[in-house]
């Protein structure tokens, strides 16, 4: 016998050694549905995984804080990054002429001068009036977000994205421990809906300013403002935030200012700007014999696009008048009024601030 | 499904129950290949409970692949798994969970004579390898190129693994008769 022959007849000897078991199809059919099951709670269980992992970890490396620097030698804040809490109700606040929308806590203050949005929580002044305080402050600017220096922060050290839109983040401990976290956020959005947009126009800087007078006053709030910052976006007109008429618990001046604010933010939004006036300023608005208009100038016919305070006088009572200049483009001038806000009338209601009158001025100004 | 018929989450739970469609292919592959696979296993593994658990084993890894695998390719895909699994941990882990039924198999060989049988001791010596090739070669009596097909490796190497191994047979008997 050949020694193939041999190695064949082993193999057909030894084929029997093993004998078919019949039920082994069954402990088969269990094992692949078990562990067919088992694949799919364990997908199942990494996509979960997954999308937490995405949740968690996207918005911190969307808005990361500011690496921060130290000037003077000055040491670094002890605030850190926030946890990622929801730290209250939340108010969406929408800066009409410069195309933005910000979620800020209820019960902070908007204020608006001079092209300059801030933000204070309630009880603390206004960067203006000085004292200690601490404040969100937005504001436009021309020329590209990546210019250093734009805002006083001279070393920007942080690149980072802010809802998409590119941004530098840095960070200033003054010598007087005051606190600052600069963003230069790219700023290419218009206004809607359907705005022209000018070259220059897509090519600007926001520039969002969070200041604190104290590193007290910085650890209580930074949390609230880091939460404002992440919530910056291109307006899109699904938060109209002046549906609302003001209520009666407007107590002091700067209130007068929030509902100008409020009033000017809804004629350029186009929403529901009457439910801020009272009926004689509702009047003067309707006079077709006079320049007023509440949504689009009477002469051309453009919608109001932005808006320029000139100037305020506080009357006394409740009342301050303010000029403000309404514009259907930002390169050319617009059209000045004089708008009266106080104690007025509302929808048959008593209101310490509303659109109380308002005066007009066919001329057209010049722009800056 | 009949109007008003109580479904109690039947449609969400579907995607954790297998394909039925697959599964009944693969019971097909199984009673037609079941026995000669069986053997295939043992002829690699050595072992009739080890051969057992590979075939369950590679059984389960065809119905999720069953969608790539076709009758005609069935066949081969199996044989491959199965020495796949072989030249793996799965042989290790098979032998400690086995430990004791494995001194049970030496005790009935023992009892029946294979034990003493030199050609047989000679082919459990081979590689995993070389002895699914002779197994095919001079068991399923498989063409070289039917055997590269199957090991997925090419003619050549299948050349090199059987010469290899009826050289590795002949050394052993060689040594086997003189002592």
């Known amino acids: 016998m050949s020694f193939e022959s041999q190695l064949k007849e082993t193999f057909m000897k030894h084929a029997d050694d093993v004998r078919p078991d019949t039920q082994s199809w069954p402990v088969i059919e269990k094992r692949v549905v078990r562990r067919h099951r088992a694949g799919m709670f364990a997908t199942a269980a990494s996509v979960a995984a997954l999308i937490a992992v995405t949740a968690i970890v996207t918005p911190r490396l969307v808005a990361r804080k500011p690496s921060g620097f130290s000037k003077h030698g000055k040491p670094q804040p002890t605030a850190t990054e ?13 800066g009409a002429d410069q195309g933005f929308q910000i979620s800020i806590p209820t019960g902070w203050r908007a204020g608006w001068w001079e092209g300059v949005y801030e933000y204070e929580p309630a009880g603390l002044p206004s960067l203006a009036k000085g004292g200690d305080t601490f404040a969100v402050s937005v504001k436009l600017v021309a020329g590209p977000y990546d210019r250093s220096g734009i ?27 005051t606190h600052d976290a600069v963003y230069q956020i790219q700023w290419a959005s218009c206004l809607p809906p359907s705005i022209e947009c000018s070259s220059n126009f897509q090519n600007n800087t926001l520039v969002v300013i969070v200041r604190a007078s104290t590193e007290a006053l ?8 880091q939460n404002a910052v992440r919530s910056i976006d291109a307006y899109d007109g699904t938060h109209p935030a002046h549906l609302e008429p003001p209520t009666n618990t407007f107590g002091n001046s700067d209130s007068l200012t929030a509902l100008m604010t409020r009033f000017l933010d809804a004629r350029v939004e186009r929403v529901n700007a009457e439910a801020f006036m009272s009926p004689q300023a509702q009047a003067a608005f309707a006079n077709t014999k006079n320049c007023l208009d509440l949504y689009r100038s009477r002469m051309t016919h ?22 403000v200049m309404m514009m259907m483009d930002r390169n050319n001038g617009g059209y000045v009024e004089s708008i009266t806000v106080g104690p007025a009338q509302v929808a048959g209601t008593m209101v310490s601030a509303a659109i109380a009158s308002a005066d007009y001025s066919c001329n057209l100004s010049s722009g800056d | 499904m009949k109007m008003g018929e109580l479904v109690v ?3 969400r739970l579907a995607l954790f129950q297998p394909s039925k469609e697959r599964l009944d292919q693969l019971g097909a592959w199984f009673h037609a290949e079941y026995p000669s696979l069986l053997r295939f296993a043992y002829f690699v593994s050595g072992s009739s409970h080890a ?15 069953s969608g790539r695998v076709d009758d005609a390719s069935f066949k081969a895909y199996a044989r491959k798994t199965i020495l796949n699994l072989a030249r793996s941990g799965f042989l290790r882990r098979t032998r ?6 494995k001194e049970r198999d030496a005790v009935s060989q023992l009892a029946d004579g294979t ?37 997925g490796i090419s003619v050549g190497s299948v050349k090199k693994h059987t010469d290899r191994a009826l050289e590795a047979l002949r050394a052993r008997l060689g040594e086997e008769r003189r002592s």
Not at chain 2, 51 to 65: G, H, I, K, N, P
Not at chain 2, 124 to 149: G, N
């Open chain 2, 96 to 101: 400690e969970q086995r430990s004791m039924m």
């Open chain 1, 151 to 177: 805002s006083g922060a001279e070393d920007p050290t942080e690149m980072t994205t802010i809802n998409d839109h590119l941004a530098l983040a840095s960070e200033y401990v003054g010598s007087d421990h």
């Open chain 1, 302 to 323: 453009k919608p109001w696009t932005s808006y320029q305070s000139v100037n305020r006088i506080d009357l006394g009572s409740g009342r301050a008048k303010f000029l």
């Open chain 1, 218 to 225: 910085w650890t209580k709030y930074w949390p609230d403002a």
């Open chain 2, 51 to 65: 051969a057992e658990d590979l075939v369950q084993d590679a059984f389960v890894r065809l119905y999720r692949s």
């Open chain 2, 9 to 11: 989450g039947g449609p």
């Open chain 1, 82 to 94: 926030p946890t990622p809490v929801q730290r209250g109700p939340i108010a969406v606040h929408v």
């Open chain 2, 115 to 151: 034990a003493r049988d030199e050609m047989w001791r000679a082919i459990l010596s081979l590689p995993a390898r070389q002895r699914a090739v002779v197994a095919l070669r001079y068991y399923e009596d498989m063409k070289e190129a039917d055997i590269a097909v199957v090991l």
